[in-house]
């Protein structure tokens, strides 16, 4: 299944979170324009919805809530900035939002906002993924290498036949070298290819 474009709006939904009804009407025509459903939030009750983004008014920060902030956390957060202060940015940073607006809101900029927020979402996503990948790779280089060290021990072998005897092994029993090295780590030596 194909992901949605950043550039395609239309279908999302959105938790929008303004205190102001001049900033929240331009946002709520702004969203209808380009196919987003609103759900509006005053900060009270809890969040009963997954939205796709979330544009929240730093005039409701801090989130005091561990739940509220969950919530807010499953999809892009763009703050609606008032001020600048040290304080407040830090509040606004506490959400680790994918873009922002500045008060008074424009009708410009909204789109561009929640573009770069979805784009942003989705490259942290996929470095976030790529990071696992290696963190899971890095474990396995050292099972790898355990196992490379058993078999040099064993079959008085030099590092390069150990590890080439390992991959051919790999290769005839149809299993990553990560997968027989980790059985040579847990029975101490090469195990012989069924059949």
């Known amino acids: 299944m194909s992901k949605p474009s950043s550039f395609s709006l239309r279908g999302r939904k959105?938790?929008?979170?303004?205190?102001?009804?001049?900033?929240?009407?331009?946002?709520?025509?702004?969203?209808?324009?380009?196919?987003?459903?609103?759900?509006?939030?005053?900060?009270?009750?809890?969040?009963?919805?997954?939205?796709?983004?979330?544009?929240?008014?730093?005039?409701?920060l801090p989130l005091t809530s561990p739940t509220q902030r969950a919530s807010l956390g499953r999809?892009?957060?763009?703050?609606?900035?008032?001020?600048?202060?040290?304080?407040?940015?830090?509040?606004?940073?506490d959400?680790?939002?994918?873009?922002f607006l500045v008060k008074p809101l424009r009708s410009a900029g909204i789109y561009a906002a929640l573009?770069?927020?979805?784009?942003r979402s989705e490259r942290t996503s996929e470095l976030k993924q790529q990071v696992l990948k290696l963190e899971q790779r890095l474990r396995s280089r050292r099972v790898v290498l355990a196992a490379v060290l058993q078999v040099m021990h064993t079959h008085a072998l030099a590092e390069p036949a150990a590890f080439a005897l390992?991959?051919?092994?790999?290769?005839?029993?149809r299993k990553t070298i990560e997968e027989l090295s980790a059985e040579i780590t847990v029975t101490g030596s090469l195990p012989r290819a069924a059949g």
């Open 95 to 99: 959400l680790d939002p994918a873009s």
């Open 115 to 119: 573009v770069l927020a979805f784009e």
């Open 75 to 93: 999809g892009p957060v763009i703050a609606l900035l008032g001020t600048e202060t040290p304080s407040r940015l830090k509040l606004v940073l």
């Open 14 to 60: 959105a938790l929008v979170v303004i205190k102001d009804e001049r900033d929240a009407t331009i946002v709520r025509r702004q969203f209808e324009r380009l196919g987003i459903d609103i759900v509006t939030w005053d900060g009270g009750a809890s969040i009963d919805c997954r939205p796709d983004v979330t544009l929240i008014d730093d005039e409701f």
């Open 166 to 173: 390992i991959r051919r092994a790999a290769m005839e029993q």
